[in-house]
Every structure is written in structure tokens, then in C-alpha cells.
Nanobody
Framework: VQLVESGGGLVQPGGSLRLSCAASGFTFSVYVMSWYRQAPGKERELVATITSGGGGRNYADSVKGRFTISRDNAKNTVYLQMNSLKPEDTAVYYC?????????WGQGTQVTVSS
């Protein structure tokens, strides 16, 4: 199992970013995928989850209405569209999948929201 995140960077408050997580080594289309984030000095927290077919999505209260999780099963990729970014969204963002009762994580991508 391999997960590779990309799309992070520096953005001003109110701006947008789209993160991608390219997956390989497992049958992507049958697994729930999640995005997490970890800010400096804080625990890793769940941001959003999407079901295998994409019909079910859940979000942390802190990002509802601003972030959208989606997936393309043909491309084995899950996305996180982040709009109206705030300084408190600054964190390393990770994607995660649980396969065979084991959690797999990507290496993370840094998102910094600052003027």
C-alpha cells in the first residue's frame, strides 16, 4: 500500500488549495478514504472521510462548508478541495486508508495559511 499526497503550499487567508492523494497497492475503489491533519504541537485530527463509491462524506465541524472531499476511482486518487482557508488550517495534511485492519498513511503535505 502506498499513499502519496501533493498540492500543499503557502496560501493567503481566504484562499484555496486542492490536495491530492494518489493510491496504489490495493483495490482503491472498495475502501473508505480519509484526510487528517496535524498542526504543530497538536494531535492528528480527522478532517474528512469518503465512502468507497463517493456517496457518503463526513467532515469535521471546523471545516464544514469550506472543504470538500472527493474521489476518482478510475485514477485511484482522493482529493480535498479547501476553500476560505484560515490560519488555523495550517497543518500537515495526510491521507489514510485501513486495509486488513492496518492503517496506512501517506508522507503528508504541508499547508500554510498566512499573509
Amino acid at each position: 500500500v502506498q499513499l502519496v499526497e501533493s498540492g500543499g503550499g503557502l496560501v493567503q487567508p481566504g484562499g484555496s488549495l486542492r490536495l491530492s492523494c494518489a493510491a496504489s497497492g490495493f483495490t482503491f475503489s472498495v475502501y473508505v478514504m480519509s484526510w487528517y491533519r496535524q498542526a504543530p504541537g497538536k494531535e492528528r485530527e480527522l478532517v474528512a472521510t469518503i465512502t468507497s463509491g463517493g456517496g457518503g462524506r463526513n467532515y469535521a465541524d471546523s471545516v464544514k462548508g469550506r472543504f470538500t472531499i472527493s474521489r476518482d476511482n478510475a485514477k485511484n486518487t482522493v482529493y480535498l478541495q479547501m476553500n476560505s482557508l484560515k490560519p488555523e488550517d495550517t497543518a500537515v495534511y495526510y491521507c489514510k486508508v485501513i486495509v486488513g485492519s492496518r492503517a496506512y498513511w501517506g508522507q503528508g503535505t504541508q499547508v500554510t495559511v498566512s499573509s
